[in-house]
């Protein structure tokens, strides 16, 4: 069953609120615990806002902070200063607190209201990509000819589409009756694909009209009179500025009169005609120009037996009416009238049973780099690790401590001088005091670490001498950290080779029962999803056992990371199509691999030889192997060679944008991982989780 939803518009007054509150409806009648979140909000207290719209009509017990992320203005300010992973990684951090107390929560984007409407276009989209949320489009057709609410639809498929959201409904409202068919026509044909639902809603008057309460929030009007009358809905406005007997017969049901606040005859004359039972009763009186009743008057007011609400706006009559013809009607959550009224239209025009189901199952499987680097970090906090970075001196190792620090991921110790270490802390601004900065050569450790390194390489022909030596290396001593219990995991090679780190593990720690070699995967990060790469980095060319170690060692560290493996054995032909040495090698690799997972993975899926396009291409796989249970949908892609995955992993990295997170060392007794020379900070972050995760693992 799906757990979220994503609503979002075309554009401004959409009525989008209203179709939320007919979703709410829907699912609360099958999910017990429904949660509302909004991703970016105009302001954080908006009392008609649809957070407290949906609060209160539904009495949901979520405190209103945790029903939002951020403001559409600190969104714009990230965005501005290219903090865009910073303003995802927050919203996902909000959305998944709810996730852990809620069965489904249905997400309302924008409003389009602000002055960053083109960027709220992408931003919605981006956002319910990265909450894997499958979408609903609400489209408005007020006032607008056919072909401009298709055209409108059609944009914001395109652009929903483009950044890899599922679009699963579209709702047309607001329209024009005589325009249903035509529209639903024009996008069957242009627009809508697959089996994507789409509903059309008429415009209903009632919905939009204010209150007189949004008029005085709207235009920050003093309430002189009439408090409790503020939920009247206003039909339409009147400027008084005509003589009486004039102004008398343009007063028509739900009328807001607009004067100056001196037009004593005016207010006198409104007040009157509220008790009159021959004129329509209005909905309430604008004052302008700051200007109020003498005491006389107020006193004459106080004296009616109805009241109506009065208003008193600084603003001058033309501009204050001109900002009241601009107000758009919400439903505030007091106004019971009105949300009836919008949960019966829905009721009326959209098939529930239908809808829900499609919502439901609609269950998205898209995975983004931003999602999996956030969970990475959130699976380290469960159960916090020590890691030692043994190049503590390197800039990037220390920004990135100060941001695992941070977010409380890993405890760290950093190795090198530690004077050079603190004084680079400090010239970097950082704040990373709960490190631990180690000098192995002025350590507590050192002589016991140097015995401990003799006895395992004595038969080497190693000397205490030569212990000595090797442990004055920082990747040694780090190491060693590992093996003896003192740290639970080490990442090395931002400016060491790959051999430098993966030397130090082989001689002190050693490989798993089991194992025979050490081998690597990389987690390729794609826009939609995330696959297992292995051996990319490590075995040149390794045989048909080898190769088979690799796959199952490959398929445990994606269950590690929570990707299904799906375990695809790559050669230059599918099936039985191909010969030669290094085919057979590849299909003598799958048997042993399918022998070996009987006792330790016997629910493994394992093909091969299988070629790279039959593996991830549902097409194509359907094609060469269609009754394969692998083809078009590994996960897990096994490459026959270091050539082969090294640069294959490399060209899928640059051409298709992928984050390539790895190389991840497997095999191993405890923990090591490598890091690129060309690492970025983002890098060191989700290797250092990538390896805490894994000393989790092993407790496990």
């Known amino acids: 069953m799906a757990n979220n939803l994503y609503v979002t518009s075309t554009e401004a007054k959409s009525g989008k609120s209203a179709i939320s509150l007919g979703i709410m409806e829907m699912l609360l009648r099958k999910i017990r615990r429904v949660a509302f979140f909004r991703p970016l909000v105009t302001s954080i207290d908006d009392p008609y806002g649809a957070i407290k719209l949906m609060s209160s009509h539904f009495n949901l017990k979520i405190p209103h902070d945790q029903m939002y992320g951020f403001t559409i203005k600190e969104a714009g300010d990230l965005v501005s200063y290219n903090r865009e992973a910073e303003l995802i990684e927050g919203i996902i951090k909000k959305y998944n607190k709810l996730k852990e107390d809620y069965d489904f929560i249905l997400c309302e984007g924008t409003d389009f209201e602000s002055s960053l409407m083109a960027f709220e276009l992408d931003i919605n989209a981006e956002i319910s990509k990265n909450l894997s949320c499958p979408v609903l489009l609400v489209a408005n ?42 529209i639903i026509t024009l996008l069957k044909k242009r627009t809508l694909t697959g089996k994507q639902l789409v509903y059309i809603i008429p415009n209903d008057e009632s919905l939009t009209r204010p209150t007189v309460g949004e008029i005085a ?101 033309f501009p204050t009416a001109k900002n009241v013809n601009g107000i758009h009607a919400s439903i505030s959550p007091d106004d019971c009238r009105k949300i009836t009224r919008a949960l019966a239209i ?72 530690e004077e050079l270490i603190h004084n680079k802390i400090a010239q970097l601004g950082l704040q990373i005091e709960t490190a631990r900065v180690i000098d192995p050569l002025k350590s507590g450790f050192f002589d016991d670490y140097v015995r401990t390194y003799y006895e395992l390489r004595k038969s080497k022909g190693i000397t205490v001498e030569n212990a000595s030596d090797v442990m004055s290396d920082q990747t040694y001593f780090a190491t060693m950290m590992v093996y003896k219990g ?12 790959t051999a430098s780190t993966i030397r130090p593990a082989l001689e002190i720690i ?19 999803r995330v696959l297992v790469y292995g051996d990319c980095a490590v075995n040149p060319d390794p045989d048909a056992n080898q190769l088979a170690e690799i796959a199952l060692s490959s398929a445990q560290t994606a269950l590690t990371f929570g990707i299904d493996p799906v375990v ?38 394992i093909e091969g030889p299988i070629q790279y396009d039959a593996a991830v291409d549902p097409v194509v796989g359907r094609t060469k192997l269609p009754k394969s249970d692998v083809a078009g949908k590994a996960t897990v892609l096994i490459f026959p060679d270091l050539n082969t995955g090294n640069n294959t992993y490399k060209a899928v990295q640059r051409s298709a944008g992928a984050v390539a997170i790895g190389p991840i060392l497997q095999g ?27 000393a989790q693992s092993k407790e496990g």
């Open 568 to 605: 695809a054995m790559l050669s230059y032909s599918t099936g039985k199509s191909g010969k030669g040495a290094d085919v057979d090698k590849v299909r003598e690799a799958t048997r042993i691999a399918r022998d070996i997972a009987q006792e330790c993975l016997p629910d493994l899926k």
């Open 668 to 694: 191993l007794k405890h923990p090591v991982n490598d890091l690129s020379r060309g690492c970025t900070i983002t890098d060191i972050v989700n290797t250092v989780a990538i390896t805490a995760i894994q």
């Open 217 to 317: 929030e709207k235009l920050d009007a003093e309430v002189l009179y009439g408090e409790e009358q503020l939920n009247r809905h206003v039909y339409n406005f009147t400027v008084a500025a005509m003589h009486l007997q004039n102004l008398l017969t343009r007063i028509r049901y739900g009328s807001l009169i607009i004067t100056p606040g001196d037009r004593t005859d005016v207010i006198v004359a409104c007040l009157a005609a509220v008790t009159s039972t021959s004129i329509k009763n209005i909905s309430g009186i604008v004052l302008t120009g700051g200007l109020k009743p003498e005491k006389p008057v107020w006193e004459l007011i106080k004296g009616f037996p109805t009241m109506v609400p009065i208003l008193s706006v600084k603003e001058d009559t």
């Open 141 to 182: 057709a007020y006032q607008k000819t056919t072909d401009a609410v298709v055209q409108s639809v059609e944009l914001s498929h395109e652009s929903l589409i483009e950044k890899g959201c599922h679009v699963i409904a579209t709702i047309v409202n607001r329209t024009n009756p005589k325009d249903h068919q035509a």
């Open 486 to 497: 003192d740290a639970d995991g080490m990442v090395s090679g931002s400016v060491h080779s």
């Open 346 to 417: 829905f009721e009326e025009h959209v098939d529930e049973s239908q809808l829900e189901e499609k919502v439901v199952t609609a269950k998205t499987a898209i995975i983004t780099p931003e999602m999996f680097e956030y969970e990475l970090v959130q699976k380290a906090r469960v159960n916090k690790k020590h890691i030692v970075l043994p190049e503590g001196e390197e800039e990037r190792i220390l920004n990135a401590a100060e941001t695992l620090l941070r977010r409380g991921a890993v405890d760290i110790t950093l190795l090198g001088n």
């Open 510 to 528: 050693k490989t798993r029962p089991g194992f025979s070699i050490v081998s690597s995967v990389f987690l390729m990060c794609l826009k939609d």
